[in-house]
T-cell receptor
């Protein structure tokens, strides 16, 4: 069964540092998302990406965040200057098409110290 | 505004039934249900696309009441593997490719 692959599984970084989280979506999927989940809380939407551009972003997704799909395969989330409150589990998710199930990657646990 | 789930947490003995509710103050165009085990990614259970729709997979089923803006997930004869946190997720429109706004979650614990 095809999977969404995320790397790294765990990242520890110092406050103020840049991090890049990577996702390899399922090859024929069209819609890509980043969600995050602070420990013990609900899954929160960050950004959606379709046709090589951002289609929607949440209030959380401020100027410190960016996404890109540089080579048509990897889908990355960059946080330019991490803050303590960025510590969370970050999930990549993809959809094959409209009104279909979302496939989630296993997540990257980001710890900002 | 996120959907509200109830109960927040429930503990069952193996073999008992559970109902998890998801209610929204806004129109529901479709409802997704996911289960998340501790430290893992959410795993898709089912989508309900139309009001009145009911779906089932083995002993897990769901209903969607569009008029009441709510959905319910039914777990019958629960197994230990059903433990986890259940989330409903809803899109804001009926375009179908939008972000999901997830509910508050229901933590289900099954004990032997």
């Amino acid at each position: 069964e095809p999977e969404v692959t995320q790397t790294p599984s765990h990242q520890v970084t110092q406050m103020g540092q840049e991090v890049i989280l990577r996702c390899v979506p399922i090859s024929n999927h069209l819609y890509f998302y980043w969600y995050r989940q602070i420990l013990g809380q609900k899954v929160e939407f960050l950004v959606s990406f379709y046709n090589n551009e951002i289609s929607e972003k949440s209030e959380i997704f401020d100027d410190q965040f960016s996404v890109e799909r540089p080579d048509g395969s990897n889908f990355t989330l960059k946080i330019r200057s991490t803050k303590l409150e960025d510590s969370a589990m970050y999930f990549c998710a993809t959809l094959r098409g409209r009104s279909t199930e979302a496939f989630f990657g296993q997540g990257t646990r980001l710890t900002v110290v | 505004q996120q959907p509200v789930q109830s109960p927040q947490a429930v503990i069952l003995r193996e073999g008992e039934d559970a109902v998890i509710n998801c209610s929204s103050s806004k129109a529901l165009y479709s409802v997704h249900w996911y289960r998340q085990k501790h430290g893992e990614a959410p795993v898709f259970l089912m989508i309900l696309l139309k009001g009145g729709e009911q779906k089932g997979h083995e002993k897990i089923s769901a209903s969607f009441n569009e008029k009441k803006q709510q959905s319910s997930l039914y777990l019958t004869a629960s197994q230990l593997s059903y433990s986890g946190t259940y989330f409903c997720g809803t899109p804001e429109t009926n375009f179908g490719n939008e972000k999901l706004t997830f509910g508050t979650g229901t933590r289900l614990t099954i004990i032997p």
